[in-house]
Nanobody, 115 residues
Framework: QVRLVESGGGLVQAGGPLRLSCALF????????MGWYRQPPGKQRDLVAT???????NYADSVKGRFTISGNNAKRTVYLQMNSLKPEDTAVYYC?????????WGQGTQVTVSS
């Protein structure tokens, strides 16, 4: 089974950039969609962006034009480039993949955007 390890979170001022990375360890057999989700304090976990095995991307409306997802199974890494960050982007960000249609989650990385 694949294991995911996120990195790159931290504290950033509003308007600044941040890049999250998700490294894939173990077997990557059966992987299809990879993506990022986030969970603000006291709220549910929501989709941020996904990328399919064919390279098609999908974004939440709130991040379109500001965030870019990239990466693939061969490189064993998924990235989330976040630009023009806003305080409402503050959340724990989770990497997610589907392996044989079963969701696998990383441990999460905290992103805090100060105003």
């Amino acid at each position: 089974q694949v294991r995911l390890v996120e990195s790159g979170g931290g504290l950033v001022q509003a308007g600044g950039p941040l890049r999250l990375s998700c490294a894939l360890f173990g077997s990557t057999a059966g992987l299809n969609t990879m993506g990022w989700y986030r969970q603000p304090p006291g709220k549910q976990r929501d989709l941020v962006a996904t990328i399919s095995s064919g390279g098609s991307t999908n974004y939440a409306d709130s991040v379109k034009g500001r965030f870019t997802i990239s990466g693939n199974n061969a490189k064993r890494t998924v990235y989330l480039q976040m630009n023009s960050l806003k305080p409402e982007d503050t959340a724990v960000y989770y990497c997610n993949v589907r392996q044989y249609s079963i969701p696998v989650w990383g441990q999460g990385t905290q992103v805090t955007v100060s105003s």
